[in-house]
Each structure stands twice: as C-alpha cells, then as structure tokens.
C-alpha cells in the first residue's frame, strides 16, 4: 500500500492507495474514532459490486452503517437527491460524531461531501473512490457539490475528508470507456505540472490500459501526490490551484449543453484540453510540437479531441463559460500552457481566440 498525505494543518488526511482496500474500510474509519452511527452513500451501478464490503466491514468494526443509494451518472448531483440524503441520514439519527462513506465515482464523492458539508453544520466523512478519474482527482482536495440547471458545481463547498481509500481493485470491473475518461485526468497532471509523467505516459499508456496493479498504483500516487501538493500551497483556489482546472471551463461547458449525458466528464474535458492547448499556442507561446503531443495522448487514450459545434452550439457553449464558477467581473479566465509540465492560470482571452480555439476541435 502505497501513502500520500494531504498537508492542511488539522485537517490534513492520508491518501490509502493498494489493492484490496475496501475490505479495511471499518477498521481505517474506528482508527479515525469516528461515531457509530454512519451512512453509505453510492449509486446504483457502484451499489450492486461494492456496498455489501463495504457494510459488511463497518459492521464488524462496530459501526451501525445505513445504505443510501442514488441513480447512476451526473444528473445526480442535484439539490433533490441532497434533500433525499438529509431525510435519510435523520431517519436513521446520524449524529454530530456521525459519518458519511461516499462510495463511488466523482459524483457520488460531490454529492455526499457536500451532504457531509451541510448536514448538522458539518460531519465527517470519508471518500472511497471507486473510478480512476474519482481516485486520482475528485476524491483528493475538499471540493465538494451539486448542479443546477445553470451550470456545473454551481452549490458547493471546501470540505475535506478524514481519509481517502483507493481501492485499486474496484478498476478491475470499471467500464472501459469510464477507465479511458480518468486516463484524461491524470494526463492533465502532466500537462499542467510534471512534464516527466507527461512523457512516461506517453511511453507506456497502453500497459496503463491493461490496469495492472502496479503500473496503475505508481500513477495514481504520482497524481494525487501533485494534487496534494498544490491544495497544501492553495485549498480554497485563491491562487495556483485554479491550475487543475486546465481545459476544464470549456470542458464544463460542453457537459452543459450535451445535457449531462453524452459525454462523461473525463471525455469533455479531453476536448477542452485539446481546445485549452490550441487556444495555449496562440496566446501563451505553447509550441505547436507540444499541441500535436497533447492532442496525441489523448488520442492514445481513446479520448475524444473533436466534437461537431454548429452555430447555435458555439453559441450555447459561451453563455456556459459565462456562467461557470471561476467566471469573475463577468469576465472567462482560462489556465493556458506555456509547455508542457508549465501553467498559467487567470488569463483573459478574447472571445475570438476562443472562437479560432474551438475551430481546432470542430468537425
């Protein structure tokens, strides 16, 4: 088992990454001298291969576990599924010493931090990241919530866990096409911080691919190892860490207009990545030859880089920039490259150059 800490003085928390770990999930939680009573949130595809381990293992630490089970897939992050939690969580008197188990993919990590972040004033929780995007990105760094109708993460919260368990076994059974969008993650972590992963991907990703127990182990620890570093130097994204959010504004936008639906996250933010390194060469001085790597990565990954953009997407695409969180004096600010393995972030762009960006990724 490999350990990565997350430095935030009293709220710091250690990252468990290895095989097999679900099964020490109520002996990692009584170590914690978390309170009895506890819920598991989940979905109803993560439901079925992992909460009977997940329950039976709390159970035999001593704990008192509820079930809450949610629908599949990004629309769940809704104000209506909280109300349904916080119902549930008081039917079964979870208390102030109380805990939450979110057990899932990134949605169901949004969705029960953010219950854990509200419920009572705030009780505990702890992420157990079932998808690779979830395990290397979303469960690690406190951003917690819901979308509305808006937009993306629209409701949310800094909240962060007492622990994350990165069971590297539940991949095993993971879609491949879920297993492709966490690849677009951790190439992020490339791209926007360590050129030398950047290249070690580009070397080996299709033995990555294969999901074997220690290719998969040494990149998960690498990327949440980085984003550990930059939430410890920046946990509510006053600065720096506004990095990781690299592709994601247009990204984010097109899970907007595609209804939360046709895309999965890490497939979106593969084209706004794509779009974020063309739009990086035009005005950040990104070399081309770096474009093309990019663009060849995810490729290599199975990721989408294109998508078809009519006049009246386009169109869509900008009022969702404009209503995206990071939006700010009502003007879009983008993290571009400057080269691989180096980021700027808050930078303002014309919205012709982000027309001439999207015209790369259009077909």
């Known amino acids: 088992m490999r350990v990565v800490n997350v430095s ?37 595809n993560v439901g079925k291969r992992c909460a009977k381990t997940a329950l039976r293992s ?17 629309t769940a992050k809704s104000l209506k599924n909280v109300q349904t939690c916080y119902d549930r969580l008081a039917a079964h008197r979870l208390e102030r010493k109380s805990f939450i188990v979110a057990l899932g993919g990134g949605v169901v990590g949004d969705l029960a931090g953010f219950v854990a972040a509200t419920y009572l004033r705030g009780i505990d929780f702890v992420q157990v990241p079932t998808t690779l995007l979830a395990q290397v990105d979303s469960s690690v760094g406190g951003k917690v919530g819901v979308n509305l109708k808006a937009g993306k993460n629209l409701v949310g919260a ?56 220690q290719p998969l182990a040494e990149v998960v620890a690498r990327c949440c190892a980085i984003k550990a570093e930059v939430v410890g130097q920046d946990e509510t994204e006053s600065g720096l860490r506004a990095i990781l959010n690299f592709g994601h504004t247009i990204g984010h936008a097109i899970e907007n207009i ?58 869509k695409i900008f009022a969702a920039m404009r209503l995206d969180k990071k939006v700010s004096g009502g ?7 400057r080269k691989i393995g180096r980021v700027v972030w808050g930078q303002r762009v014309a919205e012709a150059a982000v027309n001439a960006a999207l015209d790369k990724v259009s077909r």
């Open 331 to 337: 003007e879009i600010k983008f993290v571009l490259a």
């Open 58 to 74: 709390l159970t035999r630490a001593g704990f008192a576990p509820v079930l809450i089970t949610v629908p599949a897939g990004e």
């Open 8 to 44: 935030l003085g009293d709220r710091s928390y250690p990252i468990h990454i290895g095989p097999g770990l679900l099964a020490t999930l109520g002996r990692e939680c009584a170590r914690l001298k978390l309170g009895t009573r506890c819920a598991v949130i989940t979905d109803t």
């Open 158 to 213: 800094f909240y962060q866990p007492r622990l994350v368990l990165a069971d590297l076994t539940t991949l095993a059974t993971l879609p491949e096409r879920e297993f492709r969008a966490g690849l677009a993650e951790v190439i992020k972590y490339g791209i926007i911080y360590d050129a030398k992963l950047f290249a070690r991907l580009e070397r080996d990703l299709p033995r990555r691919r294969r999901r074997q127990t």
């Open 258 to 315: 595609s209804g939360y639906g046709k895309y999965l996250h890490g497939e979106a933010i593969s084209i706004g990545q794509v779009a974020a390194a063309e739009l990086s060469a035009a005005q950040s001085g990104l070399p081309q030859r770096d474009v093309a790597r990019i663009e060849n990565l995810f490729r290599a990954a199975g990721l989408p880089v294109t998508m078809k953009l009519n006049p009246a997407a386009r169109k």
